[in-house]
Structure formats: structure tokens, C-alpha cells
């Protein structure tokens, strides 16, 4: 039986990679086996620098300095590299540090709105031919179609509704609520017709005014703006809580 001592290495080791061009820190997982020039080669991709004008120097896991990584024949595993060790690349391209992560210094592709229009491999090209979204008309017609009829619908509810009349408020998902009609109309906040409600309870979300401008007065979470046809007007009395109430 041989009584002698086996090592086992592990084959790959992750290391953090930085270099004097980039703030960022990235974390890879390389082969032990490759040589030094493969191993530039697959950092060239990682960091963007030339190979030819690439130094490595080798960091210890508390990020103490080990020795510079110079000969491009020895493989990875040969240097004293164990995992969260930090390879440093230092670039002798002369680009300085945030050049390629500066997106303000990156020139830019502009094309006019016809030159665009005029491309047969465009995104808006291909969706013409299979007459997609805003490009076919007849859905974007029957879509008109049915928005009109929401807004008749909601002009004809608005006209039916009186400010001052007691009011019940059903909102689809929540709970039913009693108040008074307070504002009927437009708004500046949203397109369409609004009614604003004074609610008996403090169950709404302002006080009659939104973003600054008023358009009915009433205690702060008392007021709130639903659609008209979520209203509906009657004979709906305001609770009187009374203290002989158990």
C-alpha cells in the first residue's frame, strides 16, 4: 500500500479581475492549465484591453501584491492563484480609466424619422408588412371604435349625475362607498369625464384638490375622483353614529 501523500488541485480557480481602465470589479472562473498568453486572450474580451499592451499582476485574497504574471509561456495554475485572489490588468494602450463605461463619450447613430422610414429591414418596416399594432388599420379603427363608444357612454352617465346629489360609489375590487357629488366635468389630470365624491367616511385620497388645483372642498381623505360610471345617484342617507350605539 502506498502510504504516500496525494495532493488533488482543483482544475478551474475563480478569481476577481480588475484593471486600471475600469471601476468595475468582475468575478471569473478560468482553467488552471492555460498558459498566461491564452489566459490575456480570454481577458481581452473581459476587460478591453490589447493583449500585446496588457501587464497582470496577481493579489492575494486580502489584496496584498504577489508578483506580476510575465511570462506568457507558464500556465495559470503555476502562479500562486487560489480562489477571490485579485489579477490586476494594467493597460499600456493609454486609455484612461472610464473611456469605455462613459456612455456620454460613445458616438451616436442618428437617423432621421423619413431616411428610417425609407429601410426595408427596419423594426417599422416589418411591422407594415404583417400589418402589426398602429400599422393595421383595421384593428387600430375598431379600437377607436370601441374608445368612442366608452366615451359616449361616459359623457351620457355625467350629464346624468347632479352636483349635490347623495351618491353610491362602486369601484370594481373595492368596497362600496356613501357620499355626495361634489364635481362633475373634466379634469386636468386625466382625460374624460370625472365626478368628484365627498365620501362620509375617510375613505378617499385627497381633499378636492389634485396636483395643485381644486375643484371641490372637503376634509383631507374625504375626497376622491371616480369614473361616471361608477356612480350611482338615489336616496343614499348619511349615517348618523350615534354614541347610544352598541
Known sequence: MDGGLTVITNPTVAVRLTSTISSFEVNKKFNRGISIAEFKGKLELVVGTPVSCMDLELYSTSDQFLVKMDNNDALLGSYPVDDDCRIHVVDRSGAKEGEFSDLSKVEKFEISDDAYGKKSD????FMKKQRMGRFNEEEMASKESE?????????????????????????????????AVMYVGTTDFKPGFWVGVKYDEPLGKHDGSVSGKRYFECENKYGAFVKPTHITVGDFPE???GLDEI
Open 122 to 125: 427596419s423594426v417599422r418596416s
Open 147 to 179: 374608445q368612442a363608444a366608452r366615451d359616449a357612454k361616459e359623457e351620457a352617465a355625467a350629464n346624468a349625475i347632479s352636483v349635490g346629489s347623495r351618491c353610491q360609489v362602486l369601484v370594481p375590487g373595492q368596497p362600496t362607498k356613501i357620499g
Open 239 to 241: 349615517e348618523e353614529y
